[in-house]
């Protein structure tokens, strides 16, 4: 998985509470993004980062917040998990936004009770 | 609306078989096209990079083509086997988005 490791694996919490996300790389690429994934939709983009302390939001945003205070990290946040947010959350690296290239880590299952 | 649509949903084979997926997009402007292959409970993995001017790409047993007027491309497997059983993702990059496709999902039986 390139050098992408995503924490925890498998969460089960629920509404109501925060969950935090973290996205480990090792590749020192500039670029980190965090997907969704769900049945019946592709990939969507939740935030993606473009440098340390850089950040974006991407097509679904609403309800999560992200951080990178170092290059390696990519924490993402539900401050207070809604049903909606069940889903399986992929981390991705970069080294260009105009990448032939965007490795994925290995996925994480969240279930908000 | 920029969109990537694959088809078909879902794909069922026998070993040995090929098999050809469809990726058509709307997007624009192109930068790049990919496909992915995920394997249940893992995430994506590259196969393909097409760039506007490449019309033809392999892979070992994997062919991807694009044609750039009509907005397609596909993805050819030959000899099919049976870890070839996953979903297969098409993505279109603007240069500064990445357009996904819900993927087609291909089971490959004994």
């Known amino acids: 998985d390139a050098g992408i490791t995503q924490s925890p694996r498998h969460k089960v919490t629920e509404t109501g509470t925060p969950v935090t996300l973290r996205c480990h790389q090792t590749e020192n690429h500039r670029y980190m993004y965090w997907y969704r994934q769900d049945p019946g939709h592709g990939l969507r983009l939740i935030h993606y980062s473009y440098g340390v302390k850089d950040t974006d939001k991407g097509e679904v945003s609403d309800g999560y917040s992200v951080s990178r205070s170092k290059t390696e990290d990519f924490l993402l946040t539900l401050e207070s998990a809604t049903s909606s947010q069940t889903s399986v959350y992929f981390c991705?690296?970069?080294?260009?936004?105009?990448?032939?290239?965007?490795?994925f880590g290995p996925g994480t299952r969240l279930t908000v009770l | 609306k920029n969109q990537v649509e694959q088809s078909p949903q879902s794909l069922i084979i026998l070993e040995g078989k090929n098999c050809t997926l469809q990726c058509n997009y709307t997007v624009s402007p192109f930068s790049n096209l990919r496909w992915y292959k995920q394997d249940t409970g893992r995430g994506p993995v590259s196969l393909t990079i097409m760039t506007f001017s490449e019309n033809t790409k392999s892979n070992g047993r994997y062919t991807a083509t694009l044609d750039a007027d009509t907005k397609q491309s596909s993805l050819h497997i030959t000899a099919s086997q049976l870890s070839d059983s996953a979903s297969y993702i098409c993505v279109v990059n603007t240069g500064n988005q990445f357009y996904f496709g819900t993927g087609t999902s291909l089971t490959v039986i004994p």
């Open positions: 991705a690296i970069s080294g260009t936004l105009d990448s032939h290239e965007q490795f």
